[in-house]
């Protein structure tokens, strides 16, 4: 395929989801996350977003309305990323998520950055995270990158929250 590379610039737009109740999915994604609800297409689609951009998440229900989850051993999505700009930004939601006792299914230190991940109500997975500087990201005896999974420092992480 040749030299290409795609432009070191270039960014992932939005994400669209299939999901089976709108209302359950805009209680989460805008309820919960906090997500801006930008655009109704009729009771069967909704975008949404972080700053007033046209949309970061689209959510529709054209195809899954009323259906289960698609399979967990199954090709498909992994995780929806949401990347947070400060660690702090971090340990809000996470203290938003302890509050509201929604499950959490994990949480690590990769070196480059450090994550939460839920489950959306359709069972979609979703990663909340910050990067690190990238001065910090942990690099090996040759330079080069060597991301890893850690637990999580929960308890330091939510000290972000008084300053501490």
Known sequence: MGDYKIPAQTRIGHV????????????????????????????????????????????????????????????????????????????AILQRLIDAKYPITGASDHGVSEAIYLDDPDGNGVELYWDRPRELWPLDSNGELTMYTQRLDIEGLLAELNGQ
């Open 16 to 91: 669209h989801l299939k999901v089976s109740d709108l209302q359950k999915s805009l209680d989460f994604y805008s309820g919960l996350l906090g997500f801006e609800k930008m655009m109704m297409y009729g009771g069967q689609a909704a975008f949404i977003s972080a700053g007033g951009y046209h949309h970061h998440i689209g959510l529709n229900t054209w195809q899954s309305k009323g259906a289960p989850p698609a399979p967990e051993y199954a090709p498909g999505l992994f995780h929806t990323v949401i990347l947070y700009p400060e660690r702090k930004d971090l340990a």
